[in-house]
């Protein structure tokens, strides 16, 4: 059970996580076509699948922390533009925030765990990303009933800006001489 703990936690140690389901979760909270029956499993399916090629270290790699950031400003844009995007697009979106999301996150994996120890980190981390873009997508539509859903577009510009600066960090130490 402390692994679980220790796995729904890692989202809210980082950043970048948080970022790429707020700013999908304000995007699903706009979606009038109701979306999240769909956007919600296959995020969470795609982030699972995300987490396993991670854990066997298939897809891990730098680049998926600037691509997760630019993935979460194109969905906080569509957010802050109020696009009413078709669901086949929505679902898109939402899978690879998941599968980006999946690589991104490096759990503290030591090569001595027990397999049942890894599960259930990478289970917490699954609940937990999970329950928050529920949470988020809850209230950016209740959000979005009050001043045609300015709060909405707000908060997503926030989201917005901070993964832009985020790149821009990221950018500056990388082509730094």
Do not use: H
């Amino acid at each position: 059970m402390n692994y679980f703990f220790t796995g729904s936690t890692e989202i809210f140690t980082n950043a970048l996580p948080l970022l790429v389901i707020t700013a999908l979760g304000l995007a699903l909270g706009q979606q009038i076509n109701r979306s999240e029956r769909w956007a919600l499993p296959l995020f969470l399916c795609t982030l699972g699948l995300g987490l396993q090629l991670g854990k066997m270290r298939i897809g891990v790699s730098d680049i998926y922390s600037p691509l997760s950031l630019e993935l979460a400003g194109i969905v906080a844009f569509g957010a802050v533009l109020r696009l009413k995007l078709p669901l086949l697009v929505v679902v898109l979106f939402s899978m690879a925030c998941g599968l980006v999301l999946g690589l991104s996150i490096k759990p503290l994996l030591l090569p001595g765990f027990m397999s049942y120890k890894v599960y259930s980190v990478l289970a917490g981390i699954s609940a937990a990303a999970t329950l928050l873009l529920a949470l988020v997508t809850g209230v950016s539509l209740v959000l979005q009933r009050f001043w045609d859903g300015v709060l909405v577009r707000a908060m997503a510009s926030w989201v917005l800006a901070s993964a832009l600066m985020v790149l821009v960090l990221i950018a500056t130490k990388t082509f730094k001489v």
